[in-house]
T-cell receptor, first 112, second 113 residues
Framework: TQLLEQSPQFLSIQEGENLTVYCNSS?????LQWYRQEPGEGPVLLVT???GGEVKKLKRLTFQFGDARKDSSLHITAAQPGDTGLYLC????????????WGLGTSLAVNP | GAGVSQSPSNKVTEKGKDVELRCDPI?????LYWYRQSLGQGLEFLIY????????KSGLPSDRFSAERTGGSVSTLTIQRTQQEDSAVYLC???????????FGEGSRLTVL
């Protein structure tokens, strides 16, 4: 069974701090997506990384795909209360299947 | 609207009753997913539809759960003889193809008393 482990599961920090969320697997993915979900809403895509070693930036968020396409990280600089939410990673299996494998999520609370 | 629409947004039912949850995906999206999410937790895959292919039902937790997608568009998730452990948010998502970006609805919150 292909797994995608996210860490940490919970994170509570003060406004202005930096943080990193990790998404790890022993399997290779053709691509990996990061989503953010706010209470009462469905998840919304933040970014898709496709190439091993790829780095993408979205304002204060930096996403990296591991060289071997087995892991990914999300780094937030100077976190703000608006960053609060559940962060989910989802890897697309390699090959024609492309089934999405989901991590269990990181619940982030940024306190003012 | 242009997004994924789900109804009802909230459903409270008594144990043993049947419920139907509806999903209207984005027009032109061939892939449709149903997920279940318990409070603050990750997504539990239930079922996947792709075009006219046979659906991937591997995530359905029991034979009380079923889903159909009519005409490649609207989908209905049916839960028969609901149990308290069925209480959760049921999320529907659509995408242009498998493995591509998913667009989610706001979910249907089911409470079984």
């Amino acid at each position: 069974t292909q797994l995608l482990e996210q860490s940490p599961q919970f994170l509570s920090i003060q406004e202005g701090e930096n943080l990193t969320v990790y998404c790890n697997s022993s399997s290779v993915f053709s691509s990996l997506q990061w989503y953010r979900q706010e209470p009462g809403e469905g998840p919304v895509l933040l970014v898709t990384v496709v190439t091993g070693g790829e780095v993408k930036k979205l304002k204060r968020l930096t996403f990296q795909f591991g060289d071997a396409r087995k892991d990914s990280s999300l780094h937030i600089t100077a976190a703000q209360p608006g960053d609060t939410g559940l962060y989910l990673c989802a890897g697309a299996q390699a090959g024609n299947n492309r089934k999405l494998i989901w991590g269990l999520g990181t619940s982030l609370a940024v306190n003012p | 609207g242009a997004g994924v629409s789900q109804s009802p947004s909230n459903k409270v039912t008594e144990k043993g009753k049947d419920v139907e949850l509806r999903c209207d995906p984005i027009s032109g999206h061939t892939a449709l997913y149903w997920y279940r999410q318990s409070l603050g937790q990750g997504l539990e895959f239930l079922i996947y539809f792709q075009g006219n292919s046979a659906p991937d039902k591997s995530g359905l937790p029991s034979d009380r759960f079923s889903a159909e997608r009519t005409g490649g568009s609207v989908s209905t998730l049916t839960i028969q003889r609901t149990q308290q452990e069925d209480s959760a948010v049921y999320l529907c998502a659509s995408s242009r193809d498998r493995g591509r970006e998913l667009f989610f609805g706001e979910g249907s919150r089911l409470t079984v008393l």
